[in-house]
């Protein structure tokens, strides 16, 4: 009696400790591995863990740097001279209920190979007493990296921090937990930083920071090809791709043209080394009652994705030369890392696993945590490893996972542990890591056509960084060396980051013999002033472009000229097109400010309604920066701002549904211009309260979500009024205008719909 008892009591104290995953609906959590399938989690030392790796035939796996000279490693940047600046999230979790996660302990250190054997043998503390950190980027006097709640700055003189770190950008992170806040840091070919979990992108200007709107993007970790496409993910896909550069589709923000360029590359199967028992939700299956799987039922391993993280393309030379630009994906829930061959065509990426049901990485110890990657400056690939038992945040646990944890002891021990292992080809070779901080800037220029990519992107930092203007004739010079396209790209992109690309420079590279090369050169036209755009004109008026994505690219740079003659061009340019929305897309991006006088010449003329309402709307709204709660007073004011603060913040809707409510691809549909957000307010409480599975079709376009949405009555934090200001502002938000909604609504839904219990609603059910 008194055994069960005692059971009863710790049964009550873990659902009240740390269930915040749990939901309602989900009415067993049997465990579904037989328990004698299951190995036990000790702490291996690294020499040990090495030994339970799998790679692919060809590959060597070895250690970069393991305990003590790094922690929880999560995220880096190199610096010129080679120096790995590693992100240590100590903090994260350390007990299964999240305690002293609030305390700043995380630190930002320098890692150094010395001797370069290919392995770390220095550690210099630079920062310490951070919360949460989670990215880092390395400029020559200070750093920038991005903390729990803010992105900041600091001076370093060296290895050494100066003064005190200040916030370089107010609001940059807006809200969200520590699976869902901005990190990243990349800074891409454009000379950008850009993120995942956000839509914003920074760029240094002096001693300022210029932030700007992006499509929002993933969820942990971002990465860039050698033609500055992005590439992202969320937890439950392993990678999509951007098919056209950053921006190139931004035009107009009060027009929303609902158009994309994003694929997902490749299926989302998981092939893992071992059982995985400790999945979140590995209790869904149809043993248990449920319509589906999470777990194989004749091997008990993950199916599909649950904890994609940070992604890498590979741009080094130590690889096989088949490897070069193909992704790498790890997924730290099940211990491994997926490959995926990328390929373009029709306007799009698609993705392949090349390595069929075997995976590149894989492992059998539990705690193998890989939560991010990186090209070396040695062409290899970092793989940066946590080496933590728990995985999983506590707003998200659920009871099942924490007895998962719990019963090997995956909770302990919270400090002390961290790898990151680099990974080679045993045919390829090493290159030698040149210092490029005491290089001369022509050597630097030079160092732009070097065949590893970091070297490229490194040589291009220190350019911009140094604007060290005697290099100009040779940048411009080696922009028509057809032999060394990327080295073309790289200095088109070096001049731009100076502030010195002009039309000749561009007009240049359009003739250059490469396609990849003219597409960037055209993508780097959008960045002209007004008068260099004038100069180019007649370049770009004689331009023909050879392919689709050229042909895209042509259409974005066209409008800005402002021309009769220009806008003639666009105008056929559309017309040879007439099937291809990207081009459609990038025309109107690029008729900011000239939708009437385009609409005018073409009059008659051009028949497609869409792109012809894109116009009007334009016009409608140019020059008029968009207000949130625009038009809004009193109460129903009160109750949007009230909505805004939930929506990106308790509720967390916008890591489904995107900061501008634009939707993020296999986790949630799109609310703007949603008729299920601005149609009948009853109908969106019940979606609210008590959630919804796909598919679902809104705008006539159909969505298939991957997971299903939770209903807001089982937060207990979310009472009917918060739900009610969730929907007020969610429906007069972006391009919607819609009436409010009270909270007496709220509350005579959930009455009505007390008996709904189970599976949230279909979309079959609220017709």
């Not at 190199?78 to 240590?88: H, I, K, L, S």
């Not at 990243?184 to 070919?189: E, H, I, Y």
């Not at 028949?607 to 116009?615: G, Y």
């Not at 701002?641 to 929506?647: D, F, N, S, T, W």
Request: glycine share 8%.
């Amino acid at each position: 009696m008194k055994t069960r008892i005692t059971s009863l009591f710790l049964a009550s104290l873990t659902l009240a400790m740390g269930q915040n995953g749990n939901r309602k609906e989900h009415h067993s959590m049997e465990p579904v591995v037989p328990a004698n399938l299951i190995p036990p989690a000790p702490v291996l030392s690294p020499e040990q863990e090495l030994k339970t790796f799998q790679l692919a035939p060809g590959f060597a796996i070895e250690p970069f740097a393991t305990e003590p000279l790094v922690e929880k490693p999560i995220a880096l940047d190199f610096d010129p001279a080679g120096r790995a600046w590693v992100v240590e999230m100590i903090g994260y979790m350390m007990d299964l209920d999240g305690k002293d996660e609030k305390v700043p302990q995380g630190r930002i250190v320098v890692l150094e190979d010395t001797n370069q054997d290919g392995k770390a043998d220095k550690r210099t503390i630079f920062l310490e007493k951070i919360l949460l950190p989670r990215a880092v980027a390395v400029y020559p006097d200070g750093i920038l990296y991005l903390d729990d709640q803010d992105l900041r700055w600091i001076k370093r003189d060296g290895l050494k921090p100066v003064g005190e770190s200040i916030v370089a950008a107010p609001k940059f992170i807006e809200a969200g937990n520590v699976e869902h806040k901005v990190n990243g840091l990349v800074r891409n070919l454009d000379n950008w930083h850009y993120n995942a979990k956000s839509g914003k992108r920074v760029r240094r200007d002096g001693d300022k920071w210029l932030v700007e709107a992006t499509p929002f993007r993933g969820q942990w970790g971002i990465a860039q090809d050698n033609y500055g496409r992005l590439y992202h993910n969320n937890n439950s896909t392993f990678l999509f791709g951007d098919f056209l550069a950053p921006n190139l589709l931004a035009g107009n923000p009060g027009v929303n043209m609902k158009v994309s360029d994003v694929s997902q590359l490749g299926p989302n199967n998981t092939y893992p080394a071992r059982v995985t028992p400790g999945v979140n939700r590995a209790y869904i299956q149809k043993s248990n009652g449920y319509t589906s799987d999470t777990l194989d039922p004749k091997t008990f391993k993950l199916l599909l994705t649950s904890a994609s993280a940070g992604p890498t393309i590979y741009r080094g030379t130590n690889f096989p030369k088949e490897w070069q630009g193909r992704g790498f994906t790890p997924e730290s829930v099940v211990q491994l890392v997926k490959a995926i061959a990328i390929e373009e065509s029709d306007s799009k990426l698609t993705g392949s696993h090349p390595l069929g049901k075997s995976e590149f990485l894989t492992s059998t110890d539990e705690r193998f945590r890989p939560v991010n990657m990186y090209n070396a400056p040695d062409g290899s690939l970092l793989v940066l490893d946590m080496y933590h038992g728990i995985i999983q945040d506590r707003f998200f646990m659920t009871s099942y996972l924490r007895q998962q944890y719990a019963s090997r002891k995956l909770d302990g021990p919270a400090t002390g542990q961290g790898r990151i292992w680099r990974v080679t080809s045993k045919a390829g070779k090493l290159e030698k890591i040149a210092n490029a901080e005491t290089m001369k800037a022509e050597d630097l220029v030079k160092q732009l056509a070097h065949p590893n990519g970091w070297h490229r992107d490194i040589a291009q930092r220190e350019l911009v960084n140094r604007k060290d203007f005697s290099v100009l004739p040779l940048l411009v010079k080696l922009i028509g060396i057809n032999e060394r396209p990327l080295a073309q790209i790289h200095a088109l992109w070096t001049l731009e980051g100076m502030g010195k690309l002009d039309a000749a420079a561009v007009a240049q590279a359009l003739k250059a013999s490469d396609a990849k090369v003219v597409v960037s050169a055209l993508w780097a036209a959008s960045k002209l002033p007004e008068a260099e755009m004038k100069k180019l004109s007649p370049a770009l008026l004689a331009f023909a472009p050879k392919n689709d994505e050229q042909a895209i690219y042509l259409a974005r740079v066209l409008g800005p000229v402002g021309t009769p003659e220009a806008f003639a061009r666009l105008h056929k340019l559309l017309e040879d097109n007439a099937k291809n929305p990207l081009i459609k897309a990038a025309a109107f991006a690029g008729l900011d400010h000239h939708e009437i006088a385009f609409k005018s010449q073409i009059e008659g003329k051009y028949k497609d309604k869409t792109l012809l309402a894109w116009l009007d709307q334009g016009a409608a709204s140019a020059g008029k920066a968009a207000v949130s709660g625009s038009g809004l007073k009193g109460e129903h004011l009160a109750s949007f701002e009230r909505g805004k603060a939930h929506y990106s913040g308790a509720a967390a809707c916008f890591g489904c549904h995107g900061a501008s409510g634009e939707g993020v691809p296999n986790l949630g549909p799109p609310l703007d211009e949603s008729e299920y957000v601005t149609g009948d307010s009853e109908r969106l409480v019940k979606i609210l309260l008590h959630g919804l599975t796909g598919p679902i079709t809104v705008a006539g376009i159909e969505y298939k979500p991957t997971a299903d949405m939770p209903g807001l009555m089982q937060n207990p934090l979310m009472k009917d009024a918060d739900i009610a200001d969730i929907a007020t502002y969610i429906r007069h938000e972006w391009s919607n205008k819609a009436s409010m909604v009270p909270s007496e609504t709220v509350s005579k839904v959930r009455k009505d719909t007390a008996t709904h219990t189970g599976s949230p609603y279909r979309a079959e059910d609220l017709k």
